[in-house]
């Protein structure tokens, strides 16, 4: 059973940075590929930014690409997304997913329940 628990997400001002973790199951993260995804109110949910099961190969979408990075702590089965250089466009509800690489929410079964990131300007 893959579990997936996000958490970090907060109300920050613009420019700033924040830390988002994603506490999984065991074996979860060397099994699977990892990745993000943010929905913003009234928008449909975009993908942000995706890890091989091995590590070795990041992915990210271009609205984010030189600000967030993801990465894997496998002695705590744990993904993270560090966030800089924050905008208010930013501001979403950030989940954490679990499947097959791809930049497409369809090749990932496996959600956790989100945690809310808010840029203030």
């Known amino acids: 059973q893959v579990q997936l628990a996000e958490s970090g997400g907060r109300l920050v001002q613009a420019g700033g940075s924040l830390r988002l973790s994603c506490a999984a199951s065991?074996?979860?993260?060397?099994?699977?590929?990892m990745a993000w995804f943010r929905q913003a109110p009234g928008k449909e949910r975009e993908f942000v930014a995706g890890?091989?099961?091995?590590?070795?190969?990041?992915y990210y979408a271009n609205s984010v690409k030189g600000r967030f990075t993801i990465s894997g702590d496998n002695a705590k089965n744990t993904v993270y997304l560090q966030m800089n250089s924050l905008k208010p466009e930013d501001t979403a509800l950030y989940y954490c997913?679990?499947?097959?690489?791809?930049?497409?929410?369809?090749?990932?079964?496996?959600w956790g329940q989100g945690t809310q990131v808010t840029v203030s300007s």
């Open positions: 997913a679990a499947g097959a690489a791809s930049y497409a929410e369809k090749n990932y079964p496996y």
């Open positions: 065991e074996r979860t993260i060397t099994s699977y590929a």
């Open positions: 890890i091989s099961w091995s590590g070795t190969t990041t």
